[in-house]
């Protein structure tokens, strides 16, 4: 194979797609589980937005012309994230991959982020392995939940849409948290709607960019995660991720007829603070 790594043009973003849900699929179907992209619409609307964007490095392999994989670095929170990483699985196994993975590391490095994150599917134990051997370590099992929404307010935990007013306290409860803000994934959540605070006695003690997929949530406690759950009006994508460790707030969620569709598992290059409150991390981290 002769194969290049360049940064992703918008007419790549179709070709992107079908190799995304291609790749994904194929996988999932393999171990049993249902796959994240059912079709090649998602991944590449989701490719086609962030090819444009100035906060995310989309990088595309390319032998002799032909598209075979991609990868994305997240660059708008002082923790950079990985991800959806795909290869063509007709090419599968040369190595594709791993570059992949490289050319998005080297890029972190140049641009000095203290951190990298990602999220791995267990059942793929190729990648585990990939990318344990560059370095990253496991630091949280999760699961990822779907089912009915609950349109149900608990007394005495309020729930609003946040405005950019609440950035600072959001961002103070997730440093405290995290020892990090992501006030890049929470800016875009707030100008597109998405995004919620709760608070108790007048003050935010937690907030979520969407409950969902590629949402995130930070709160003081279960409790205040179980409200933001618990006032979304929707459950965006495969579901969200809830940490494995969480075990109240796993049998809380069961307990509301939700039901685990898969596991993942949260990796780490650099710094990382053991979380000090209640949280779900989105598929990036």
Not at 252 to 281: D, N, V
């Amino acid at each position: 194979m002769s194969v290049v790594y360049r940064k992703a043009r918008p007419e790549d973003a179709d070709e992107l797609g079908r190799i995304t849900h291609e790749a994904f699929t194929s996988k999932a179907e393999q171990h049993g589980f249902a796959t994240d992209f059912p079709d090649a619409d998602m991944p590449t609307g989701l490719l086609s937005g962030l090819i444009s964007r100035d906060d995310t490095y989309v990088v595309v392999a390319e032998d002799n012309g032909k598209i075979i994989g991609s990868n994305v670095l997240w660059e708008n929170n002082p923790i950079a994230g990985i991800g959806p990483v795909s290869v063509d699985p007709s090419v599968q196994g040369n190595a594709v991959g791993r570059n992949l993975m490289l050319e998005v590391l080297n890029r972190a490095e140049e641009q000095g982020y203290d951190g990298v994150r990602l999220l791995q599917t267990p059942f793929n134990c190729l990648t585990l392995a990939l990318y344990s051997k560059l370095g990253f370590e496991v630091m949280e099992p999760l699961s990822v939940f779907n089912g009915q929404v609950l349109n149900n307010a608990i007394q005495g935990y309020d729930v609003r849409a946040a405005t950019l007013n609440d950035l600072a306290a959001c961002n103070a409860l997730c440093i405290d948290i995290h020892g990090h803000e992501r006030s890049g994934d929470l800016k875009d959540a707030i100008a597109s709607d998405m995004a919620t605070v709760v608070e108790r006695e007048g003050r935010i003690t937690g907030y979520a960019t969407m409950i969902g997929y590629f949402g995130h949530a930070v709160a003081e406690s279960n409790d205040d995660i179980k409200a933001l759950i618990s006032s979304a009006p929707v459950f965006i994508g495969p579901g969200f991720h809830i940490p494995s460790r969480n075990t109240e707030l796993m049998c809380w969620c069961l307990s509301k007829g939700m039901r685990i569709m898969h596991p993942m598992t949260l990796m780490k290059i650099g710094c990382y603070q053991e979380p000090k409150g209640a949280f779900i991390p989105s598929v990036i981290f």
